[in-house]
């Protein structure tokens, strides 16, 4: 009873210190700051992938830190309907656009649309991402090519334009939303994994090349992050409920609202002198979890 007792009391002292966060795409009810509530007051985010998940979320975090935020993606529906939630709990402007990361035509009349809204643009989020589970028996080659067009090649096209157009100048702070998926081979995740790998030496060569121009470029590498269309598609739910998780050193999923965190340190005057940096945030994950290929083969079936 006694032991009980105490890993109760344990498991709640630890739930207290983790950010709120929800499962949807929806705005917080209640947030408690852990950086001056004006570290981006006045500043510009443009951030791709914002209408949902994890980006919605940095979008926010960024909003209730005195940003004005641009989100960017194909699906323009979702976004209206994401900027209107973001304003209203943050009293700050919100800007849908919608591009198509694979072509640079749309990202360039997005940018323009930026400039001519708001004047600047201080931060990219490069956030848009897609991925699942499959073997690479099975992969075709348009699925391969579809996941490193939409993660690398959109990665790289919209940062070359921001940067043209506005950081060259100016300077400013990137942002990639990376995975940790290639540093130990995850089984079914070749796609991904090579993509994100990709980003990643894409972040310290374009911290080197522009870093003379006042511009950082960073990333973040998220592990499994509960309540995103991600973690649903790639199994998280029941390999959670099946005690997977037991083998991640914090024994648990990380959050949208932690992801947020991570970016909003790279994004601002809190990391002024880091850049081409990678920064993990799951958990301890990658050095310790199995990669149980039969396990995600279940999870592949029973979806």
Not at 44 to 67: D, K, N, W, Y
Not at 117 to 133: K, S, T
Not at 232 to 251: K, M, V
């Amino acid at each position: 009873f006694i032991l009980q007792t105490i890993s109760m009391a344990e498991s709640k002292r630890k739930a207290e210190l983790l950010p709120e966060d929800v499962g949807t795409d929806d705005c917080l009810t209640s947030y408690t700051y852990i950086y001056s509530p004006d570290l981006l007051k006045d500043q510009v985010a443009f951030i791709t992938g914002g209408g949902s998940g994890i980006g919605l979320r940095i979008a926010e975090i960024f909003m209730r830190h005195g940003c004005d935020t641009v989100i960017a993606s194909r699906n323009l529906d979702k976004l209206n309907e994401a900027a209107k939630k973001l304003s209203a709990v943050s009293g700050r402007r919100c800007l849908p656009l919608c591009i198509d990361v694979r072509q640079p035509d749309s990202i360039m009349a997005a940018v323009d649309e930026t400039l001519k809204e708001f004047g600047r643009v201080d931060i990219l989020v490069n956030n848009a991402a897609g991925n699942f589970l499959c073997p690479a028996t099975a992969l075709s080659f348009n699925a391969f090519k579809t996941v490193l067009d939409i993660d690398t090649l959109g990665t790289f096209n919209t940062s070359k334009v921001v940067y043209e157009k506005w950081f060259k100048d100016h300077g400013g702070s990137v942002v990639n939303i990376s995975a940790t998926l290639g540093y130990r081979g995850q089984a079914l995740q070749v796609h991904a994994g090579s993509a994100k790998a990709a980003n990643d030496a894409m972040t310290k060569h374009l911290a080197v090349e522009w870093g003379p121009s006042g511009v950082r470029v960073n990333a973040v590498a998220p592990g499994p992050i509960s309540g995103t269309e991600g973690y649903r598609r790639l199994g998280g739910p029941r390999g959670e409920a099946a005690g997977a998780f037991q083998s991640i050193p914090l024994q648990r999923a990380g959050n949208k609202t932690e992801m947020a965190h991570c970016a909003l340190f790279l994004a601002s005057r809190a990391s002024s002198y880091t850049t081409g940096a990678i920064l993990v945030a799951d958990g301890g994950a990658w050095l310790t979890s199995a990669n149980d290929f039969s396990m995600l083969l279940g999870i592949k079936r029973d979806k």
